[in-house]
């Protein structure tokens, strides 16, 4: 009976650092030929990191991934791997998986299927591999594949035609919510297409707006998950393969649970926030405390992701702020155990009115006195981070930066926004989920009605449908491109379906001018969903 021992290697790249990247391939090597394994899976594009963007258009690229490929090969020895990177043939650069084998690359397989929607562009950098690539090891052949490779029906049969008989496939792909979900459909599809087991390495750990969430599997043959790696956690976790009478069996291997949904978007938003700060260098963060509930989650969100000790939040209070919001903010940073202060912002705000006088003399009160509260704030925020070196976070979520119910240049303010792909209803289940495992947010806060307070007894729902009503109607116009007459005809009222659009439409400028921040939906601003600030597109189908 033949059998393998590999090891999935959830590695957690720095894009851009091909040295590094390098070394921590060669640190895991050493561990794999002391663990006795015969082969180790490391992620797509694990060299350079994914996605390393226009990093692939830098001429001297392939320098630096020859010299990477020269060093790691001879740590081969007496063992196997399939590792990512990129690399040119004939003048074209293809996103590899390379095999080793006792010291030498043996083998190179192409992507074939390269992904060019939502986040991914990969048809701006690479061209497209035609050929399968079976090796053969310890008495087992293996097909190579990358990523995308197995949401297509092709390159798996394509690889049974050529003899494999377990399919590995190296991934870079990034989290959102119900993702694990498709995986384990998709896999069961090219399982059955190609009636073999699939080995699936997942990359783990946070690129700007991008989580990857580990989660490495291995599918038999009989639509199994038969070995199950923890998501959000790097990690060497061993599999055993034996072959039986001709078939592959899953003989070890990990057995970790899938976590809930809401589980998987909060440990998304901790690993993606830790990545930025640390892969960025930053000694901490600092963010503003109002007493409601988005800053709230964002401040236990940090002091997770980063300890209280590298986390500062600061209440600033104006004269519309209620004492029950000063009181909340204190109690949020005492039970966390960061560092917190109060700074009015009354003498910045009536100084800048003082100063505009002249500018606006015949002119009622609006929302431009409203926007200089928030923007007092973020010239605090800011000078806070010049003096020390700390991030700001923001702390707004998907509802208000989808509407524009946010002020540029003020509570906008910042270098990453947690929330910024969470839509509010779901802020409220993060919060109640943080609660579960120790009370970080106080229940007033969580039952208290949103305002902004930047006018006595504001209300949110002054100026939004409530958020119930308006986060499904997002849903169904940012996430699921559904037109006006859809939402309408699915249950909606057309005023509110109406409105909300026009909001959406009419703040693309804002999320433009937006911070980065962690992608937890089919569909976040930024990279996955690109419209011209300038148009003259209509409401409707």
Known sequence: MAELTLLLAQLNPLVGDIPGNTERVVTTLAEARRQGAQLVVFPELVLTGYPPEDLLLRPSLEGRVSTALAELAPHTQGLAAVVGYPRHRDGVLYNMAGFFHDGRLVAEYAKQHLPNYQVFDEKRYFGQGTEPCVVELAGFRLALTVCEDVWHPGPVFQARQAGAEVVVNINASPFHRHKHQERIRTLTERVTEGAMPIVYLNMVGGQDELVFDGGSLVM?????????????????????????????????????????????????????????????????????????????????????????????????????????????????????????????????????????????????????????????????????????????????????????????????????????????????ELARHRNARSPAIPEEVIGRPPTAELRPGQKDEDSLPPYPILDKILELYIEEDRSAEAIVAAGFSPADVYRVIRMVDANEYKRRQAPVGVRVTRRGFGRDRRYPITNGWQPGS
């Open 220 to 428: 038999d043959a009989d639509e199994r998950v038969a070995a199950q790696a923890p998501f959000f956690r790097e990690g060497l976790f061993r599999v055993r393969l034996a072959k039986r009478g001709g078939r592959v069996e899953v003989v070890e291997g990990p057995a970790e649970a899938p976590p809930s949904t809401v589980s998987a978007v909060y440990q998304a938003i901790v690993l993606g926030l830790s990545d930025y700060v640390a892969k960025n260098r930053f000694p901490g963060v600092v963010l503003g405390l109002s007493g409601g509930i988005d800053s709230a989650l964002t401040l236990a969100l940090a002091v997770d992701a980063l300890g209280a000790e590298r986390v500062e939040a600061v209440m600033m209070p104006f004269r519309y702020t209620s004492a029950l919001s000063r009181r909340l903010a204190a109690e949020e940073a005492a039970r966390l155990g960061v560092r917190f202060r109060e700074i009015s912002i009354e003498p910045i705000y009536d100084a800048v009115v003082a100063q505009l006088a002249e500018e606006f003399a015949g002119l009622a009160p609006d929302q431009t006195e409203e926007n200089i509260q928030a923007r007092a704030r973020g010239l605090v925020l800011m000078a806070i981070s010049n003096k020390k070196g700390l991030l700001v976070l923001a702390t707004g979520n998907k509802s208000e930066l989808a509407t524009g119910y946010c002020t540029l240049y003020g509570d906008m303010v910042g270098g990453f926004a947690p929330l910024k792909d969470v839509p509010k209803t779901l802020v409220y």
